[in-house]
């Protein structure tokens, strides 16, 4: 079991930034790769950005590329989601989430944290 507790999230402004975290506890979360899923209000969760286990080999939704960067830093069991140019329609709770393997869809992530809200106004 992996637990898994995000902070960073807020309100801001259309073209501004906001740096998610994710600090993991549990079985070896350094040999986990970790993801970024988000869901909008009447929305399924979507996938985000992922990243492999040694923070190599990076994964992301086509509507972020470019604006979104994920990282980690195993040495604090922390994985961040630093997210440039929002837009309105980022609006979600943002999940960090683990997996054995680097995953690419929402589902295939085995455990989640609680959800952070972020808020992107016009």
């Known amino acids: 079991q992996v637990q898994l507790v995000e902070s960073g999230g807020g309100l801001v402004q259309a073209g501004g930034s906001l740096r998610l975290s994710c600090v993991a506890s549990?079985?070896?979360?350094?040999?986990?790769?970790m993801g970024w899923i988000r869901q909008a209000p009447g929305k399924e969760r979507e996938f985000v950005a992922g990243?492999?286990?040694?923070?190599?080999?990076?994964s992301y939704a086509d509507s972020v590329k470019g604006r979104f960067t994920i990282s980690r830093d195993n040495a604090k069991n922390t994985v961040y989601l630093q997210m440039n140019s929002l837009k309105p329609e980022d609006t979600a709770v943002y999940y960090c989430?683990?997996?054995?393997?680097?995953?690419?869809?929402?589902?295939?992530?085995?455990?989640w944290g609680q959800g952070t809200q972020v808020t992107v106004s016009s």
């Open positions: 989430a683990a997996a054995r393997f680097l995953q690419g869809r929402a589902t295939r992530y085995d455990d």
């Open positions: 549990g079985r070896t979360v350094s040999s986990l790769a």
């Open positions: 990243v492999n286990w040694r923070g190599d080999v990076t």
